[in-house]
């Protein structure tokens, strides 16, 4: 069964300093990996997605996320945050097999805040 | 293009009534699916579907019923609504049912039974 894990309920950072959302991942077929990003009282976004090729994937609003085989990660970055940064973040696993192929599993969700 | 859209944004509901909520997208988009989303659960998988006239239930299907006439339209009914069903209930669309493709989310409805 594919599942993801967000082993932080929040991050805090200050405002000019680089953030890191973790996440880490269990599949049994290819990891297809997301993140997806929620500001209050809206619908979630897409920010950036894993399918194959260099483990350094960048997305909107200057994220970016680095997959690791070996340790089974996923985790999102920032070089600078932004207050305007502040949202909750979920990661996801799209099955790829199956009868449950297309299916999103979604971790539990990191609420990230950045303070001025 | 509008996107996916969801109607109503909020609804108050008694235990034993119930109701439809509405997705629409203009994308042409094969995959359609309904999540809810409860706190610190993440979102969780209610129905899909691949196609016009093909559905299929997702992780937790109880109290919830979907069809699926045309491509463009994906509404979720409640048959009794039960206080347990009070969330936030997310459409999502893609352009295939295949594991490489973005899901694109509406804006949500949040339910309150009471």
């Known amino acids: 069964a594919q599942s993801v894990a967000q082993p932080e309920d929040q991050v805090n950072v200050a405002e000019g300093n680089p953030l890191t959302v973790k996440c880490t991942y269990s599949?049994?077929?290819?990891?297809?990996l997301f993140w997806y990003v929620q500001y209050p009282n809206r619908g979630l976004q897409f920010l950036l997605k894993y399918i194959t090729g260099d483990n350094l994937v960048k997305g909107s609003y200057g994220f970016e996320a680095e997959f690791n085989k070996s340790q089974t990660s996923f985790h999102l970055k920032k070089p600078s945050a932004l207050v305007s940064d502040s949202a909750l973040y979920f990661c996801a696993v799209r099955d790829d097999r199956g009868s449950t192929l297309g299916r999103l599993y979604f971790g539990r969700g990191t609420q990230l805040t950045v303070w001025p | 293009n509008a996107g996916v859209t969801q109607t109503p944004k909020f609804q108050v509901l008694k235990t034993g009534q119930s109701m439809t909520l509405q997705c629409a997208q203009d994308m042409n988009h094969e995959y359609m699916s309904w999540y809810r989303q409860d706190p610190g659960m993440g979102l969780r998988l209610i129905h899909y579907s691949v196609g016009a006239g093909i559905t299929d239930q997702g992780e937790v299907p109880n109290g919830y019923n979907v069809s699926r006439s045309t491509t463009e339209d994906f509404p979720l009914r409640l048959l009794s609504a039960a206080p347990s069903q009070t969330s936030v209930y997310f459409c999502a669309s893609s352009s295939r049912n295949r594991a490489t493709d973005t899901q694109y989310f509406g804006p949500g409805t949040r339910l309150t039974v009471l």
């Open positions: 599949v049994s077929g290819n990891p297809y």
